[in-house]
């Protein structure tokens, strides 16, 4: 029987490269193992910089599921609905871009609504609240004899009516910006009243912030008044003042014509002092222009309480209108410590520490406590 095959391929042929074809292949396998390697160290050396980024916007993404909605923001109609209450202005409530994108607790940036609301123009005083506390003998958290369950580890003798003060550091002690150890000073007898400690008073600035205010203590004052503190939200809306993402409360530039526009800190913080705005501590409120909606010092000056509690990925989740804050605070760098908000920054700000007179970043504090670059002021609801 025939049988049939298939032919059988021939092999291939066997072509002797020539010696430059052989150097030439050896040069590219070189090639290609040291392109390997640029982009192995290239991607080392930049991860410092820019992994951190990488790794927010992909945790960003994850955790949110769907990219951000970039419609335009839309203000409602300015109209107040009344006269203005004493000391008060309109904020006509709508849309905003909330957040920073540069700021782990301030992202996503997203959109929210808030309703309209009235707003003190500026941060109370210390003369009204020495018109509080004449009406009502209320004492606040500084002057009170601190509880040993919340020193456990302090000495009795130690356990004294306290305050944080900003202490400048001498220009040979070496100060870690992370850590805040070198420049607060606690202050026994430090209070809205005594600022910087026993003998110190407000005399001559009456009209400036009042600080070593705690939450509670904005709380109470607010409540006196019938008004309230802001949410978050409303804060970041009102210090927007109509503009739409921009870095500061007037707009794009830090210094427009040169000027500044808020009691910050220029020098190197926390060295140097160099006053350019003009103030060295705390300055008389409205001693800068206010901003879109007639409020001042909503960049600076003192560090403001605002309502909610703080969690650094509130964001990722809260409601995109009027939203409240969540129900309880928690602070990663200070676990079992619940805080709430603060907005605005302080005197204290500087561009190489705390930065946070930029709108759309955070600050944060523990209900109780209280230091000399922390105010408030209050917000009221149309009647
Ligand atoms: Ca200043």
Not at 237 to 264: C, H, S, V
Not at 348 to 371: F, M, P, Q
């Amino acid at each position: 029987m025939k049988t049939t095959h298939k032919p059988l391929t021939p092999p291939a042929a066997n072509i002797a490269l020539s010696p430059r074809e052989v150097a030439l292949k050896k040069l590219y396998r070189i090639l290609a193992i040291v392109g390997v390697l640029a982009v192995i160290l290239t991607a080392g050396a930049l991860w410092p910089l820019y992994g951190d980024r990488l790794l927010r916007t992909k945790t960003m993404r994850d955790l949110w599921g769907k990219p951000p909605e970039m419609r335009e923001p839309k203000i409602n109609a300015s109209n107040p609905p009344g006269p203005a209450p004493d000391g008060m202005v309109w904020i006509p409530g709508g849309d905003f871009y909330m957040g920073h994108d540069d700021y782990d607790d301030a992202i996503p940036v997203h959109m929210v609504y808030v309703d309209g609301f009235w707003m003190d123009k500026h941060e109370v005083t210390n003369e009204q609240y020495a018109d509080f506390v004449k009406a009502t003998g209320y004492v606040t958290d500084a002057e009170k004899q601190p509880r040993a369950e919340d020193f456990p580890d302090a000495p009795p003798d130690k356990l004294k009516p306290f305050s944080i003060i900003f202490k400048k550091p001498g220009p040979n002690d070496l100060v870690d910006l992370r850590t805040h150890q070198g420049w607060w000073d606690l202050q026994y007898g430090a209070s809205w009243k005594h600022p910087e400690g026993p003998g110190t008073t407000t005399l001559g600035r009456e009209n400036h912030p009042v600080v070593h205010v705690s939450y509670n203590d904005a709380v109470a004052y607010c409540r006196w008044g019938k008004k309230r503190l802001p949410t978050e939200a409303e804060w970041e809306f009102a210090a927007r003042g109509g503009l739409d993402r921009k870095p500061y409360t007037w707009g794009d530039e830090l210094k427009p014509e040169g000027k500044w526009m808020a009691n910050i800190w220029q020098g190197e913080f926390p060295y140097k002092n160099t006053k350019e705005d003009g103030f060295e501590g705390t300055a008389p409120v409205g001693s800068f222009p206010p901003n879109g909606y007639g409020l001042h010092d909503m960049a600076g000056n003192a560090w403001e309480w605002c309502a909610d509690w703080y969690r650094s990925d509130y964001y990722r989740e809260s409601p995109d209108k009027n939203p409240q804050g969540p129900d309880s605070g928690f602070d990663w760098n200070e676990r079992g410590v619940p805080k709430r908000v603060q907005r605005g920054g302080s005197f204290l700000c500087a561009d190489n520490y705390c930065i946070r007179y930029v709108v759309g970043t955070r600050g944060k504090g523990e209900v109780t406590s209280a230091a000399s670059h922390t105010g408030f002021r209050c917000a009221m609801n149309a009647k």
